[in-house]
């Protein structure tokens, strides 16, 4: 690698000659991130293909409750129903396609098209169509579904005809682990959008690594044990180490015998991929803020200790998350060009909880909003160095970028069976 010559990308790039030729333990070749090709087959065969998260029970707590997310050129809309029914529907009216919900959030009675009023019921039957010829038949023209999963409250979506068939396998295995934070009982006390301007897969590849948080995240550092996400310690580390990985053991056996899963399951390679594991916490040990206590008074659930640590659940292609006894952080991330990404972050506490009262929300969003805001420099350098000609693809470390290689093997992956 290190005597390999530079060259120019072309814009029309192979993407199979790109996929077949990837280096296994490298980084992606540059025109992965910069080009539009590429970027199109991204919407195509991953994200228009895959289950996709994009948000919790919380959401839409009501019946005629309403959120709306774009994926691509996909406007979809997702609404509860009268009976407390999740459903999901592509956003667009079946007279002469415009979309129903233009509004982030909102509350309706009926899904009523601001063109021609053609009215749909929240299950996505059309119920009036004004003006129409003799014979015209409602039940012909109900919004085009799309399929959504929940589990335990978190909101998953499929745009394929035919979904990946093991998110029953990830339900199964997650749902115990989830459950116990019962999202049905949160409210969303702060949501913040940023824009990265740099690609999708480097957004998800700099999550995956904790190598750069020692001099990029003072702030997540409080919490964070240092042996946390990978580590290739010194000789003169190698005792903390092994306390580290004695106190993991502990607290696991602790957790577990009061109904907490706790132990890693790593299934990032799987066609839905995701991976879990409940990690101690330092310090107070209680939660991911400034001083390492509980940011929530009212806690989640039934807990009666904080100190349960915080369980991390990463899913491909497109979202993590932390949970704790306090409150719960969750992340998707949605392409919106080949250098342009949303980052959607919400902060998830006791429905019960009051502002000002139980909670704080500067010390609530602290941690994240620095570490937020620290990525997304740290990724808009990557995307610049990435277009340069003297980019190429570079080693990854055995030690703290194992999961940064798994998901560039599952995009690898899925890619090459779509090319196929």
Not at 66 to 87: F, H, P, S
Not at 247 to 259: K, Q
């Amino acid at each position: 690698m290190a005597n390999s010559k530079i060259t120019f990308h072309r814009p029309d790039v192979n993407l199979r000659e790109l996929v077949a030729r990837r280096m296994p333990g490298y980084s992606l070749e540059a025109p992965f991130y910069t080009s539009q090709a590429v970027f199109d087959a991204d919407m195509e065969h991953i994200f228009s293909s895959h289950w996709i998260y994009v948000g919790v029970t919380p959401d839409v707590p009501e019946p005629g409750d309403y959120m709306t997310v774009q994926i691509g050129k996909q406007a979809i809309l997702i609404v509860r129903d009268d009976d407390n029914e999740i459903r999901a529907f592509h956003n667009v009216c079946r007279h002469r396609g415009s979309r129903l919900c233009s509004a982030d959030k909102g509350t309706v009675g009926n899904l009523v098209c601001p063109y021609h009023q053609w009215t749909y019921d929240l299950t996505g039957k059309l119920i009036f169509a004004d003006h129409m010829a003799e014979g015209f038949d409602l039940s012909h023209h109900s919004l085009k579904p799309v399929h959504l999963r929940n589990m335990a409250g978190m909101l998953f979506i499929c745009l394929a005809d035919n979904p990946p068939e093991d998110f029953d396998e990830m339900a199964r295995a997650m749902t115990p682990y989830i459950a116990p934070h019962k999202i049905d009982d949160t409210k969303i006390a702060v949501q913040v959008d940023i824009l990265e301007q740099g690609n999708w897969k480097l957004t998800l590849e700099n999550n995956r690594e904790c190598y750069h948080c020692v001099g990029n995240h003072p702030e997540l550092n409080v919490s964070l044990f240092a042996y946390s996400y990978g580590f290739a310690p010194k000789p003169e580390q190698a005792e903390g180490l092994r306390q580290y990985e004695a106190l993991v053991a502990d607290r696991h056996a602790h957790w577990e015998a009061c109904g907490l899963p706790s132990t890693e399951i790593d299934r990032l390679e799987d066609v839905t991929g995701f991976r879990t594991m409940r990690m101690p916490l330092d310090r107070s040990g209680e939660s991911q803020t400034l001083n390492a206590q509980a940011a929530c008074k009212k806690l989640l659930g039934d807990f009666k200790d904080a100190s349960i640590g915080g369980l991390s659940f990463w899913t491909q292609p497109n979202s993590w998350h932390h949970f704790m006894a306090d409150h719960i952080v969750t992340f998707s991330v949605i392409p919106l060009s080949a250098d342009t990404t949303l980052v959607r972050t919400k902060w998830l506490v006791h429905k019960d909880a009051v502002e000002g009262v139980d909670y704080d929300t500067d010390n609530l969003t602290a941690v994240w909003n620095a570490t937020n805001d620290q990525d997304r420099r740290l990724v808009e350098e990557s995307h610049v160095g990435a277009q340069s000609p003297a980019y190429q693809p570079g080693p990854y470390s055995p030690y703290t970028e194992t999961l940064v290689d798994k998901f560039t093997k599952w995009y690898i992956n899925r890619m090459g069976v779509a090319l196929e």
